[in-house]
């Protein structure tokens, strides 16, 4: 069964940082893209960043591009995401995603998905 766990949101300042993380388990971890959604009130779920199997390929939004970092530690079964210079219109509640071959921005696409953690950006 795989669960996927973020961790890490809560309420921060405008231009301040937050890093969340997203434990995985039940995959063979190293085989899966690993990714970032987010869905804001009232909004559909938007493709925040991605990251293949051994690290090599990344891809942003270009919302995010320049302020966030995604990465992956494959010993620890974890995906990060490091958001910095944030702005309230980041507020969202943020989603991992896990796809053996998923290489878009649909939601759609990706098999598996976290609980969601909230990230508020006061103004």
């Known amino acids: 069964q795989v669960q996927l766990v973020e961790s890490g949101g809560g309420l921060v300042q405008a231009g301040g940082s937050l890093r969340l993380s997203c434990a995985a388990s039940?995959?063979?971890?190293?085989?899966?893209?690993m990714g970032w959604f987010r869905q804001a009130p009232g909004k559909e779920r938007e493709f925040v960043a991605r990251?293949?199997?051994?690290?090599?390929?990344?891809y942003y939004a270009g919302s995010v591009k320049g302020r966030f970092t995604i990465s992956r530690d494959n010993a620890k079964n974890t995906v990060y995401l490091q958001m910095n210079s944030l702005k309230p219109e980041d507020t969202a509640v943020y989603y991992c995603v896990a796809d053996l071959s998923a290489r878009t921005e649909l939601p759609s696409a990706y098999n598996y998905w976290g609980q969601g953690t909230q990230v508020t950006v006061s103004s």
């Open positions: 990251i293949s199997w051994s690290g090599n390929t990344i």
């Open positions: 039940g995959l063979t971890f190293d085989r899966y893209i």
